[in-house]
């Protein structure tokens, strides 16, 4: 593996024969950047060559072979428990109440409905009357597809979120493949997410924070595709030499046009979808914008542009900003049709008949503009003391999960074995051992990026800061550690980079390759098995009440 700046072993034995050994020294350190003799691989760095034992369909068979995995775990028993779970009681009433109405009506009391909407869900008695709500209609859209399959149920409500977690995987396979340029590192990256505890248990809850990580998981993998298309485009236009490789070209790299960009079009719906679920989905569009104009700016460098910042100013920003922002603005709004075509959704006639200076603007979209803004002083303001609540402080570390059901069956009831009460629990806590590594990968990146300029680095760590770092500045409202399922996916490639780094570069020697083998082996199978301990708690499956006390390895989880 090898970053746009850095090199592996064999490139550095093939350029740099003659290096001293200070050279070397500072190399290690990040400090020296040996240039591959070929600018166009500089720009495209070519994918793994498919070979005997693999075969060109491993590119793909491997990623679906552990997304079938993560789907069987994720729809076994999805029904259950029988129960509305956590905010389930928002979620799934007001995806059901958009699926009638086209926007979210006023349910009965939630201690009163929620029994009956379990044993009676024809009968609950849905009124046309409009009810404030806190988060936009995407994510609830979403979960309706699956009530209007299925039914009003826990199946039906829970379904979409299994769906979009097991289709999450199969693209973090395929984007760590990009990534790493190895099928081996992607698969892994995807594997880790799969038994992932936060991640699986979000996948079967009717929540909204997994479908943010869903759209915004697929934004980036366009942006990973825009930038191999567009970084091709410039190694396309570089003048061969006589060997028929190719160095830097200033007119290539100044004033090449990029033409149409449609995996960044791709992308600016996406973050529009996610920034329409929860307003968190903006952190994305903010950083993404950032990130993707970064990479046009490197990419200029590498193809010989002397000033890459104004050749990206002069060729690529306008575009970059107009297939992002205005994009996901549009994707935004189109998510608010069915408030737009109903006469009784919330505030949807605030600004009929009122002037002032924005009457120019039509009034369904002033209407939603005040209703966004009590959206807004909403949920800047929520304060409702919950004993789940967590500090982002503590979300890296595990210091808080939140309990989303728990029960205490009797003998003989919900599987619950023996002569003693048992304990149920659905726990929204990640794998313990992937993310006290994930720390550790974090800190690694953190090296790989500022020191050696690894541009893969850099890209993870900007996802994980758009879905992270936003939640700094709301420490005084009601959070709680679920949020972090929308950096998940990044946490699971910082560990696949770090365990490709203990694999160590193919021209070590056998004895470095066999310990960073099993070093390697041993993590992922700790890893694993620490998924399979907790799994009880992240699937509710009734055990005893002292094997539950068992796992909890810190007094903060209970």
Not at 59 to 72: D, I, Q, S, T
Not at 485 to 510: I, K, Q
Request: with cysteine.
């Amino acid at each position: 593996m090898t970053s746009d700046t850095g090199v592996d072993e064999d490139v550095r034995a093939a350029v740099v024969p003659e290096a001293t050994a200070w050279a070397e020294r500072l190399r290690r350190f990040g400090y020296l950047a040996l240039p591959r003799p070929d600018t166009r691989e500089r720009l495209v760095p070519p994918f793994p060559r498919p070979t005997r034992r693999t075969g060109a369909a491993m590119g793909w068979l491997g990623p679906v072979l552990v997304a079938v995995f993560a789907g069987v775990l994720r729809f076994w028993r999805l029904g259950q428990p029988r129960a509305v779970v956590f905010d389930e009681t928002f979620y799934a009433k007001d995806s059901w109440s958009m699926l009638r109405l086209g926007y979210e009506g006023t349910w009965p009391d939630r201690k009163i409905a929620d029994p009956q909407l379990l044993a009676h869900p024809q009968v609950i008695p849905l009124s046309d009357t409009a009810s404030f709500v806190a988060h936009p209609p995407m994510g609830k859209w979403v979960i309706a597809l699956g009530e209007g399959l299925f039914g009003l149920g826990p199946f039906g409500w829970r379904f979409m979120t299994a769906v979009l977690g097991t289709l999450s995987v199969l693209m973090l396979c395929r984007i760590g493949r990009r990534l790493f340029r190895s099928t081996a590192l992607g698969c892994l990256a995807g594997a880790l997410m799969a038994v992932d505890g936060l991640h699986f248990v979000m996948s079967r809850t009717a929540l909204l924070d997994i479908v943010v990580m869903f759209f915004a998981l697929a934004a980036f993998g366009c942006l990973l595709i825009d930038r191999d298309r567009s970084r091709a485009r410039l190694a396309a236009a570089l003048p061969p030499r006589e060997d028929g490789s190719a160095g830097p070209d200033h007119d290539a790299g100044t004033h090449t046009r990029l033409g149409l960009r449609p995996w960044r079009l791709a992308a600016g719906v996406f973050l529009g979808l996610a920034a329409a679920s929860k307003w968190n989905g903006l952190y994305f569009l903010v950083f993404f914008t950032a990130l993707t104009v970064l990479w046009d700016v490197g990419s200029r460098r590498v193809a010989g542009a002397d000033r890459p910042y104004r050749s990206v100013l002069r060729r690529d920003l306008g575009w970059s900003v107009l297939s992002l922002i205005p994009v996901a603005l549009v994707t935004y709004l189109a998510t608010w049709t069915g408030w737009f075509l109903s006469d009784k959704g919330y505030d949807r006639h605030w600004a009929d008949g009122r002037g002032g200076p924005w009457a120019w603007v039509p009034a369904p979209l002033r209407s939603l503009w005040h209703y966004e803004y009590l959206v807004y002083q909403f949920n800047v303001n929520l304060h409702s003391p919950h004993k789940y609540q967590s500090n982002p402080w503590s979300w890296l570390v595990l210091g808080r999960p939140v309990s989303f059901y728990y029960e205490t069956p009797q003998p003989g009831q919900q599987g619950c074995h023996g002569t003693a009460p048992c304990s149920q629990e659905i726990l929204a806590l990640g794998t313990p051992l992937l993310w006290w590594t994930g720390c550790a990968a974090l800190v690694y990146l953190l090296f790989r990026w500022a020191l050696r300029r690894d541009w893969r680095a850099g890209a993870v760590l900007c996802a994980v800061a758009a879905g992270y770092l936003p939640w700094f500045g709301f420490q005084d409202r009601t959070i709680f550690s679920f949020y972090a399922v929308s950096f998940v996916p990044y946490l699971c490639l910082a560990v696949a980079m770090l365990v490709g780094a203990l694999l160590g570069p193919p021209r070590a020697s056998e004895g470095r390759r066999v310990v960073g083998a099993v070093a390697s082996g041993a993590l992922v199978l700790l890893i694993a098995w620490s998924f399979i301990y907790f799994f009880p708690l992240y699937a509710g499956r009734a055990i005893p009440y002292a094997d539950w006390h068992a796992r909890m390895w810190l007094d903060t989880w209970i």
